[in-house]
C-alpha cells in the first residue's frame, strides 16, 4: 500500500511511495531518482545489473515530472535526502509528463512571477510554493478554530449585490438577469445586519472583488477577507480580538508548519501582544519627519508614509483615531469630538493588514453621515432599516488573508499568496 514518502524512515524493510519524478541522475551503470510527494522526497536507486527488466525499461521511458509508482526496499544512506533510499523491485509509470516542460520545477532555470502563474499547476509543485499554501492553509483553519473557540457564528453573505458598501467607485458591474449588479467589495453591510439579527458575534471568510485599476505588488482584485462583528462591543474590544487571532494564527503556523518554514528558509516569529496603539496624529508627524513628500493631518497615509512609519514602529502596531473625513459612513465618531472616529487600521511595518470600527448604530446618525460621504441613503434601504427595529452597539474589522500571508512569510509579491491571482492583466488560468 503506498504511504505518505514522509513516513519512510531509515528504519522502514520495504515502502511503496508514488509522487512525481523530481530529478533523474544517470551514472552509467546507476541511475539516482528523486521521487517527491507533498510531503517529501526519497531517492530510489537504480542498479542497472542488478534491476529486474521491467524496471529498467520503465526507468529508461520516464519523464521528468511524470507520475510514478514505486516498491521496493529501504536502506539507510546517510547522504541521500532524509537519510534514506528505496531500491525499486517495481517501477509503474502512472502518468506521462510532456516535455520540454513549460516551467522548470527544479527552479535551476529561474523564471519570472508571470511565467510562474501561467503554469502555476507547476510552479505549485516546487516545495518552496506549495510551502505558501500549507501555510495559507493553516492560518485559514486557525481562523476557524480561533472563532470556534470564542462563541462566533459562521456566516456566509452574498457575492452578488446592488449597492456599494465601501461607497467608492471600485465597483465590477455584473449583468444580472434585466437588472445591473455588482460584485460585492467587503460583506460590511451584511454582517452589521446580522447584528440587528441577534447574532452577537459572526465571521465571514470570503472573496471580496475591487475593481482597482493599479497594478501593484499589494492590491489584487479578487482578495479573501476574514470579517468579523461583534455586538456590545467598541473599538478596543475588537482591536484585543484582531491581535490576538493573529498571534493565535502565527502560532498555529510555528506550531504545524515547521517543514514549509524550513523549505521557506525564512526567521519565523511570533508576534507578541499587544500591539502598540499609535494614534493617527502621531503616525502623521512620524510621516511628516520622516518622508520627502509633503504629507499633514487629514491625509490618507501614502504607501512611502505606512513604510516609514512602520520603519519607525518595527513591529505590527495599531493606527487609532483617525479623522472622520477620511473614515466610512460606518465608522462611530468620538462623542466629545466628532472630527475623530472610534476607527483603526493594523498594520504590519510593511503595509495595512486590517480596517475596523466600532460601528454608528443610530439609524439618523447614520443617514446623515452616508448624505455627508455625498451618497444617497435611498440606495442603501435594505441596509438602513434594521436600525431602525432595535439595531445594538456594534464594532468589527476586516483582515486581508493574502497581506497576512505575504507579510508573515516575507513575499515581495501578494500574489504568491495566492493560487490564482485576479488582476489587472490576468484573468487566466
Ligand atoms: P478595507 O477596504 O480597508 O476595509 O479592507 C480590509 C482589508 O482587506 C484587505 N484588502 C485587500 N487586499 C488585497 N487587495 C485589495 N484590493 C484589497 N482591498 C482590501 C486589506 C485591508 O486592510 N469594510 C471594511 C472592514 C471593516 O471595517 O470591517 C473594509 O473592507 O488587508
Known sequence: MRIPICEVTPDSERAEVAGWVHEVRDLGGLTFFLIRDRTGIIQVTIVKKKAPAA??????????????????????????????????????IVAPCASPLPLDVVEKVPADLDTRLDARFLDVRKPRVAAVFK??????????????????????????????TEGGT???????????????QSPQLYKQMMMAAGFEKVFEIGPIFRAEEHNTVRHLN?????????????HNDVMKTLEDLVA??????????????????????VPKTPFPRLPYAEAIEIAARKIEEPIAYGD???????????????????????????????????????????????????MELSSGAQRVHQHDLLVRQIEAKGLNPDSFEFYLQPFAYGMPP???????????????LGLQNIREAVLFPRDRHRVVP
Open 55 to 92: 524496471v529498467l525499461e520503465a526507468a529508461k521511458a520516464v519523464s521528468r515530472e511524470s507520475v510514478v509508482r514505486v516498491a521496493g526496499t529501504v536502506k539507510a544512506i546517510d547522504k541521500a535526502p532524509g537519510g534514506r533510499e528505496l531500491t525499486p523491485e517495481t517501477f509503474e
Open 222 to 234: 479578487e482578495a479573501t477577507s476574514i470579517d468579523i462583528e461583534v455586538s456590545f462591543a467598541d
Open 170 to 184: 471600485e465597483l465590477f458591474p455584473i449583468a444580472y438577469f434585466e437588472k445591473e449588479a455588482f460584485l460585492n
Open 394 to 408: 456594534h464594532a468589527g474589522w476586516g483582515l486581508g488573508m493574502e497581506r497576512l500571508v505575504m507579510t508573515m
Open 300 to 350: 490618507d497615509l501614502s504607501t512611502p508614509a505606512e513604510r516609514a512609519i512602520g520603519e519607525e514602529m518595527g513591529e505590527h502596531y495599531f493606527v487609532v483615531d483617525w479623522p472622520s473625513a477620511i473614515r466610512p459612513y460606518y465608522a462611530m465618531p468620538y462623542e466629545n469630538d466628532p472630527s475623530i472616529s472610534k476607527s483603526f487600521d493594523m498594520m504590519h511595518p510593511r
Open 248 to 269: 493565535f494564527q502565527y502560532a498555529a503556523v510555528a506550531d504545524r508548519c515547521a517543514d514549509a518554514i524550513a523549505d521557506l528558509g525564512i526567521e519565523f516569529e
Open 135 to 164: 501555510v495559507r492553509s493553516t492560518v485559514t483553519t486557525a481562523a476557524y478554530e480561533f472563532f470556534t473557540q470564542r462563541g462566533f457564528y459562521n456566516i456566509t453573505s452574498p457575492k452578488i449585490v446592488a449597492a456599494a
